[in-house]
């Protein structure tokens, strides 16, 4: 079967090759692979800024946002042939640390996780693929054209979940919004704060186009410019831009109890002043927050389920920009300007 692989380590080694087909050992259900997004992981991977390949193999099957439809499973999994399925991409550690041993391996403890297609195990991005019952979802026949949306709205789905326990530690009624950078997670993100009535404001350094009407067809206001000249201090800011520029905005320009969820992961060498007596002050006299997130587990995919189902269904799918065949991946990893989320196609439906 034909996947997308890369030698870790190695930059640009990205290529679509012959592989065998999956192990029996990566999971009881056979997949057909439908889609796979391609994210800024992907890019990562591919420039070697990391990744590891799995035990004994020099390459790794990239892609972690899956999309699927079920060839084969067996009695008991809860899945049938024909059913969509997607993949959970972390897997907890073997020993396993407090968190990974109540299934929540989104917060492992020692880093001995793997996820499929990024740390020790192949990814999604091949014509098959195999899973565990455990770590697989399934979705209703409505999702065919955005299931592989499905893992960037667990990214935001964990943390509207985190911002909410946060919020929760005392009387807590948030009316604003911002949301730094309208990539496919900000404008997610957007969409989950506009379902929980929220005043939603994206800010970009984008100034027309597709994202503007995304966020003006969403019920929310477009920003462009310093976060200070937003007009409003936000009771909750998602970062998910990893710009420390704009990192630095934000903790600076929070409301009383605000909470700044960090979702953006930066590039190296940023290097940035900052005041930290201004944050502290901000942080202790204002009982502020500042948290990172990362990575779903089991509840995570099935919250963003619920928010995938919710959504309008026009609006959601203008998110996808383009879909490139595997065969011509290489047109997939050239960025367009108007581009949020580019998909492979696999198969067909």
């Known amino acids: 079967m034909k996947a997308l692989t890369i030698v870790p380590g190695k930059a640009n080694s990205a290529a679509v090759k012959d592989v065998p087909d999956p192990p029996s050992g990566d999971g009881s259900i056979l997949v057909k692979a439908l889609e796979l997004g391609i994210c800024g992981t992907d890019f990562e991977l591919i420039r070697a800024e990391y990744g590891w390949a799995p035990p004994g193999s020099n390459h790794l099957i ?13 009695p008991g999994s809860g899945f049938n042939k024909g059913d969509l399925i ?3 991409v972390r897997r907890p550690d073997p020993v396993p640390c407090l968190a990974c041993a109540v299934g929540q391996w989104d917060m492992c403890r020692n880093g001995k996780y793997t996820e499929r297609g990024i740390k020790e195990r192949n990814g999604f991005g091949s014509e098959y693929w195999r899973i565990e019952p455990e ?49 496919p997670i900000g404008l997610l993100a957007a969409l989950l704060g506009k379902q929980r009535g929220l005043d939603v404001h994206v800010l970009d350094v984008v100034k027309e186009g597709l994202k503007p009407q995304l966020v003006h067809d969403l019920g929310g206001t477009y920003h462009t410019g310093p976060v200070n000249k937003i007009g409003f201090a936000p009771d909750v800011t998602i970062e998910c831009t990893g710009v420390a520029e704009v990192i630095v905005e934000t903790m600076a320009h929070m409301a009383s109890d605000g909470i700044l969820c960090l979702l953006g992961v930066s590039s190296r060498n940023q290097a940035q002043s900052i005041d930290f007596g201004k944050i502290n002050r901000c942080l202790v006299l204002e ?16 919250l963003a389920k619920q928010a995938l189902l919710k959504a309008d269904r026009n609006w959601i799918s203008r998110l996808i920009s383009r879909r490139v065949p595997l065969a011509n991946f290489e047109d997939a990893l050239k960025r367009d300007p108007d581009d949020i989320k580019v998909v492979l196609q696999l198969a067909s439906a």
Do not use: Q
Request: charged content about 20%.
């Open 62 to 74: 990239l892609g972690h946002e899956s999309f699927g439809r079920v060839e084969e499973a067996p």
């Open 86 to 88: 997607v993949g959970i």
């Open 135 to 183: 770590f697989a979802l399934g979705l209703e026949p409505t999702l065919d054209t955005i299931g592989v949306l499905m893992e960037p709205t667990t990214i935001v789905a964990k943390a509207w979940d985190h911002i909410s326990r946060i919020g929760e530690r005392a009387r807590w009624e948030p009316r604003t919004l911002l949301v730094t950078g309208a990539g």
């Open 287 to 302: 009982n502020a927050v500042i948290f990172g997130c990362v990575n779903a587990n089991h509840r995570h995919y099935e």
